[in-house]
């Protein structure tokens, strides 16, 4: 009894302390809330000033929302990537509660069961794992609060990531140099963000970093977590087919029967309804709208808007009466509010690619926001081509005109193609083939000779094309009470193949070694051949025409040197488009009994062979010796760029390292693995077909084997040829080529020794040395892989995007 009156007597000591315990504690969140800044909306913040602790109430609790990190201040390098704008991985997420603590768990929707049975739906929840992105104790009082520092002051982006991928140094996120921004917290009806500064410490930092940065060891930049609301329910989701063009989410769903497949698939699309339901012509219940960043300046912000109202039309025709709409950014709007669809104006260092992003709902596939990144210096590379182009042109007020038509016009169709990502569409590389069908291609200017002159009046196509009416009517389009979706967007896609629409999208087309024939980047026309033969008549025009004035009025001499690499390499893209077809292949994305895939037809194969080996002739590449002496070295404190030629020569334009690269760039397209080996499997199919034997002998007889008078041209065809023999060599010794196509190199190079040591014989001591420099390097490079005929190979100035 005594034992238990102690601790009874403990017991009621205890209680008034606890009781004044409980009271500061309510008193100190109170004091908090009264004192602090505050936020209120989807999420409510309450940021103290003077610890700089932001908190948030508890209010939603086991109700998943959209947890997405962003970049409002990037670093500012195209090849770092970190960019102004720039979106980060969507998270599905939902605080809850465990004993005294709130945590943040990131869900896993890519596995699902989508039935009615809870046990099902439990079974499928626990086979895969969660994320638990952080935790906090909760502040009990008066409003429940947590303190949310240790989420958002924190690499959730993947900064650190991406500076290592990009061989930028090794960094770490420097918490006592990072902070909350004040003004940066912020709540509306359907977000609610948080703007960071973080600092991230390293060394060694890489070129791209030191270009960018006051201080490279020492990146500051501002991150943004934006905690947003998932839609209403309402929207109906759109199966993905690979024929609509659309992007696209799958996951799988276990609840299945065996029948059908695990993985199902839906596409990209923002929500869209009509007033009047159906297919027929209807006013929209609310139009999807666009709003463009102020930043971005007269005349492009003229060509930003015309550009993206071509979609206008292409809803109409899909029956949505004002269905899309674009306005400038309303004065007093943020661009952070979800209720945005946003077209940003970006600068960067250097010139790069343009984005057309979205957040969506990972459940469903719903586009819930567009966020277009532009990239500032794209319209000055166009502008730079332009003039390059019309420096022959005695009537310079029509040269400046020309050239600056040019370079909006280019805008204008990238602002309808980085929209079109953002209303889910994919890429349609197939378009430049297909009479312009599409604005989601990568388009070249189109570039023509007019009584021997330079013609570039109808450079872009003009709105958006006939498989962009397909896809909007695909994925937006209403149906009549009674008619089955599926059906009808099957029907669709028949009525586009009957009207000869075609699309290859994105994996089939991107790598130069990919082997469809109709889809390549910055290409033009129908016939890759008859384009490069074409392009390279204009190229011939462009260069003898090229002179100073081709610089802008306050540029020094030393400038024009760069103003000149992209008219040497105007027919790059259109090499990698030609080359293509040897090794290459038809197919499409229709899936019935009639569907296939073939080679292409042998003549065209070894047509296009014959048009590429055009191009690595000594009379190809050689440089009007009126033009070289125009490219004077650069001047004062004026230096070389990437955007320059490599010189062997110093300051000095390099005549042979600019064959070099171009010759390089065909000669490797030649010879890539993979498309050997489709070029040895088409020939034991079909003998008819080329084969990799008359391949390599042809590109020998063009290049190695084949004499040359004294002179720059007879530089050029040395030069080239070591560049095919190292080519040649690296095919041989690519661990990509079949061991059948190794063996035929092998023998084939073995055979051209021969050759080479007995013109070595007969030739003069200048032809005479470089004949068996050429077979002692050839038989050391056989056996040695580590032997280069070019030690540092010159590289080739960049070419995308343009």
């Not at 909306?41 to 959209?66: A, H, I, R, T």
């Not at 947003?228 to 989410?249: Q, V």
């Not at 009416?469 to 586009?496: C, H, M, R, V, W």
């Not at 056996?783 to 100035?797: K, S």
């Amino acid at each position: 009894m005594k034992s238990y009156g102690i601790a009874l007597t403990f017991s009621l000591l205890m209680n008034p302390i606890m009781s004044q315990a409980a009271t500061v504690e309510t008193d100190q969140t109170a004091s908090i809330i009264v004192s602090s800044q505050q936020a209120h909306g989807f999420m409510d913040w309450v940021y103290d000033k003077s610890s700089g602790q932001l908190f948030m109430e508890v209010k939603q609790l086991n109700q998943p929302f959209l947890l997405v990190t962003s970049l409002p201040q990037g670093v500012g390098s195209n090849d770092i990537g970190l960019d102004r704008g720039q979106l980060g991985n969507s998270r599905l997420v939902q605080f809850e509660r465990l004993g005294p603590y709130t945590i943040l768990r990131q869900l896993n929707p890519n596995y699902r069961a989508n039935t009615q049975n809870t046990a099902e739906k439990e079974a499928v929840k626990d086979a895969f794992a969660e994320s638990i992105l952080w935790r906090s104790k909760i502040l009990s009082g008066k409003k429940t609060l947590v303190m949310m520092n240790d989420l958002v002051i924190n690499d959730l982006h993947g900064v650190i990531d991406t500076l290592k991928y990009t061989e930028q140094g090794s960094y770490q996120l420097d918490k006592n140099k990072s902070l909350i921004i004040p003004e940066g917290v912020k709540s509306f009806e359907k977000n609610s963000d948080v703007d960071v500064l973080l600092t991230f410490n390293g060394n060694q930092a890489g070129q791209y970093a030191k270009q960018v940065t006051p201080d490279a060891n020492f990146i500051s930049i501002k991150m943004r977590y934006s905690f947003i609301a998932l839609p209403e329910l309402g929207y109906t989701p759109r199966t993905y087919h690979p024929m609509s063009g659309y992007l696209s989410d799958s996951y799988l769903d276990y609840a299945q029967p065996i029948t059908n497949s695990v993985q199902q698939w839906h596409l990209l699309r923002h929500r869209l309804k009509k007033i009047n339901p159906g297919s027929a012509p209807s006013e929209v219940i609310e139009p999807i709208v666009y709003y463009l960043d102020s930043g971005a300046p007269e005349p492009i912000r003229s060509a930003l808007l015309d550009g993206a109202r071509w979609w206008s039309k292409a809803f109409e025709k899909a029956g949505f009466i004002n269905g899309f709409q674009v306005e400038m950014l309303p004065e007093g709007a943020d661009p952070q509010d979800m209720r945005y669809n946003v077209i940003q104006w970006v600068h960067r260092a250097t010139r790069g690619w343009s984005y057309g992003s979205v957040i969506t709902d990972p459940r469903t596939g719903e586009i819930l926001k567009g966020h277009v990144t532009l990239g500032s210096l794209r319209v000055r590379q166009d502008h730079l081509i332009a003039r390059g182009l019309t420096a022959g042109w005695n009537d310079r007020t029509a040269a400046d005109k020309a050239a600056m038509d040019l370079a909006l016009a280019r805008i204008r169709q990238l602002s309808a193609h980085e929209i079109g990502h953002t209303l889910g569409l994919d890429h349609n590389f197939a378009s430049s083939s297909n009479d312009n069908a599409s604005v989601m291609d990568y388009p070249h200017p189109y570039i023509s000779l007019k009584q021997g002159k330079i013609d570039i009046s109808q450079p872009y196509s003009v709105g958006v094309g006939e498989w962009d009416n397909f896809t909007i009517q695909y994925g937006y389009g209403e149906y009549d009470a009674g008619q089955n979706p599926a059906k009808q967007q099957q029907l669709q896609i028949e009525s586009a193949l009957k009207q000869g629409l075609s699309y290859i999208g994105e994996s089939d087309s991107r790598a130069k070694d990919a082997s469809q024939i109709y889809a390549s980047l910055w290409d033009n026309g129908s016939d890759a051949v008859a384009e490069l033969i074409r392009l390279g008549q204009v190229r011939k025009v462009a260069i003898e025409g090229f002179n100073h004035r081709a610089l802008l009025g306050d540029q020094p001499l030393g400038e024009l040197s760069d103003a000149f690499v992209p008219i040497y390499l105007l027919t790059r893209f259109q090499i990698n488009a030609a080359a293509k077809l040897i090794g290459g292949s038809n197919y499409s994305f229709v899936q019935d009994k009639t569907s296939s895939w073939h080679f292409v037809a042998p003549e065209q194969q070894k047509a296009a062979l014959n048009a590429l080996l055009n191009t690595i002739m000594p009379s190809s590449l050689e440089v009007p010796v009126s033009v070289l002496q125009y490219l004077v070295p650069k001047s004062g404190n004026y230096r070389a760029t990437r955007e320059s030629f490599a010189s062997g020569l110093g300051v000095l334009p390099d005549q042979l390292g600019m064959a070099e690269v171009l010759s390089r760039h065909t000669v490797t397209n030649l010879l890539m693995p993979r498309r050997l080996n489709r070029v040895n499997q088409a020939y034991i199919a079909d003998r008819e077909q080329l084969s990799v034997s008359e391949l390599i002998n042809e590109l020998l007889d063009t290049t190695l084997l084949k004499r040359r008078k004294t002179g720059t041209q007879t530089g050029i065809w040395m030069r080239v040829n070591a560049v095919v023999v190292d080519a040649l060599l690296q095919a041989v010794r690519d661990p990509q080529t079949a061991p059948e196509i190794q063996a035929l190199l092998s023998e084939r190079l073995q055979y051209a020794v021969s050759q080479l040591e007995r013109k070595a014989k007969r030739a003069d001591d200048y032809q005479a040395a470089h004949f068996q420099w050429l077979a002692n390097s050839i038989n050391k490079g056989l056996t040695d892989a580590e032997f280069h005929l070019i030690n540092e190979p010159l590289p080739m100035p960049p070419g995308s995007p343009i």
